[in-house]
């Protein structure tokens, strides 16, 4: 059984504090907190995508979720 390494666990924490602002309401916070843990781990691909389902709701909900532009997005470096 491999262990998955946890590269930043200040990221990580940055995560879970924006999930429960986000749960609670505070949805700038939330963003706050979830972009200083993109900060600290740039090429984390859950936080990224946090901020972008509420940013682009569209892209994410409805009739199809859109990979390709996900994907474009973390080409960009967004």
Known sequence: ???????HPEALEYFRRG?????AGNVGEAMAAWRDGV???PDNF????QIWAVEHPEKFYGDKVDYEW???????GL
Request: no cysteine.
């Open 39 to 41: 900060a600290i781990e």
């Open 46 to 49: 859950n936080i990224r995508k």
């Open 1 to 7: 059984e491999t262990e998955k390494v946890i590269k």
């Open 19 to 23: 999930l429960v602002l986000y749960q």
């Open 70 to 76: 996900q994907r474009k997005q973390m080409e960009n």
